[in-house]
């Protein structure tokens, strides 16, 4: 993958432009940096440093028909799950897509991480997932990602058996090696796998993008509730507009 290094440094007599910055929301944080007046500043794009995480946009989580949202109609509870997945079909996908496409053409970094175990039983999963009964085998249906998120062939591939993509994976070590310390999160669910990979992130010391709106929670009440917490916080909370915007300028500093 070809990277173009962009800073405001001076180069053969001329200083090249200040890399874009993605804007956070503008609503005021909660917590420590409240009360300390000392949230997270907006991040600065850098592209030869930044990363694009896309978390769980596989059929067991994010397809109605499959996997939870197959389990949940069963159990006639397909409108407790409705709202979950028409913001997923709505608002999620082409929000998402759009962010894809874009840090594709500014030559970002991208990674996909999935739930998907070695195991056809299961027995590889984390303690939590094995007690809700995840079994996510690789090569089935559910481990595989919706058509949009297919990953391109220069892209990164993650297995999880746990919340967190960093905890039970080479994620980490993979990102140092390519100097990556930036990372836009986006994905599914808002406040199980994105957040724990947001607070792992962070106390790992990248710096952390959260998509608003290329997320999605099971309720829009737990969705606020989870980016509330980290913004400003472990993360900068930021629109798919602000996301854009900054990619597109990448793509010519």
């Not at 079994?135 to 297995?159: C, K, M, S, W, Y």
Request: hydrophobic share 40%; with cysteine; net charge neutral.
């Amino acid at each position: 993958m070809s990277r173009r290094v962009a800073t405001g440094v001076r180069v053969a007599g001329r200083r090249r432009p200040h890399p874009p910055t993605i804007i956070g929301r503008e609503d005021p944080p909660n917590g420590a940096p409240r009360l300390l007046g000392k949230g997270l500043p907006d991040v600065p794009l850098h592209r030869e440093t930044t990363a694009l995480l896309i978390i769980d946009m596989q059929y067991f989580d994010a397809d109605r028909a499959s996997g939870i949202g197959a389990i949940a109609a069963k159990r006639g509870l397909a409108d407790t799950v409705d709202p979950y997945f028409t913001r997923i079909e709505r608002t999620v996908v082409p929000n998402l897509a759009a962010v894809l496409a874009a840090a594709r053409a500014a030559d970002i970094l991208v990674a996909h991480c999935r739930i998907a175990g070695a195991r056809p039983d299961g027995r590889d999963m984390s303690p939590r997932y094995r007690h809700f009964g995840f079994v996510v085998p690789q090569g089935t249906r559910d481990a595989e990602f919706l058509d949009p998120f297919v990953p391109a062939p220069n892209e990164i591939v993650v297995d999880k058996t746990t919340s967190s993509c960093l905890a039970c994976t080479n994620l980490d070590s993979t990102l140092r090696t390519l100097e990556i310390t930036s990372l836009l999160i986006a994905g599914v669910v808002t406040n199980n796998c994105v957040e724990s990979t947001a607070r792992h992130a962070s106390d790992l010391g990248y710096e952390v993008v959260i998509v608003d709106d290329c997320c999605a929670a099971w309720s829009a009440e737990e969705h606020e509730r989870s980016l509330s917490g980290l913004h400003r916080n472990f993360a900068v909370v930021a629109t798919t507009d602000s996301v854009l915007r900054a990619l597109k300028e990448a793509r010519v500093v």
